[in-house]
Nanobody, 123 residues
Framework: VQLQASGGGLVQTGGSLRLSCAASGGTFSMYFMAWFRQSPGKERLFVAAASGSGSNTDYTDSVKGRFTISRDNAKNTVYLQMNGLKPDDTAVYYC?????????????????WGQGTQVTVSS
């Protein structure tokens, strides 16, 4: 499975961005999809995940109510709508595909990773 993330950019505090991650080379609906983020000098951390059908989602506490993960299995694409952005959201965002929903917050649960897209929120 190959994952291609896009949609990052520079935005002011309070602004919005929508990240996309297009998958190819596998059966997309078999994988749950997630977004992680990594700031300079810090570890890569879980942001959000969506089950294979998209009916189940999960978020890290700091983005609940601001970010929404969704997926379109017909387009083999997962999205992360980010509203109310804050400077602390600045990071490289990575999409990932995995099969163990119970381990969704752990990097080791993921078999495939995209290349990352930079999100910068100015104050």
């Amino acid at each position: 499975v190959q994952l291609q993330a896009s949609g990052g950019g520079l935005v002011q505090t309070g602004g919005s961005l929508r990240l996309s991650c297009a998958a190819s080379g596998g059966t997309f609906s078999m994988y749950f999809m997630a977004w992680f983020r990594q700031s300079p000098g810090k570890e890569r951390l879980f942001v959000a995940a969506a089950s294979g059908s998209g009916s189940n989602t999960d978020y890290t506490d700091s983005v609940k109510g601001r970010f929404t993960i969704s997926r379109d299995n017909a387009k083999n694409t997962v999205y992360l709508q980010m509203n109310g952005l804050k400077p602390d959201d600045t990071a490289v965002y990575y999409c990932a595909a995995g099969r163990s929903w119970a381990l969704r917050a752990m990097r080791s649960a993921y078999d495939y990773w995209g290349q990352g897209t930079q999100v910068t929120v100015s104050s």
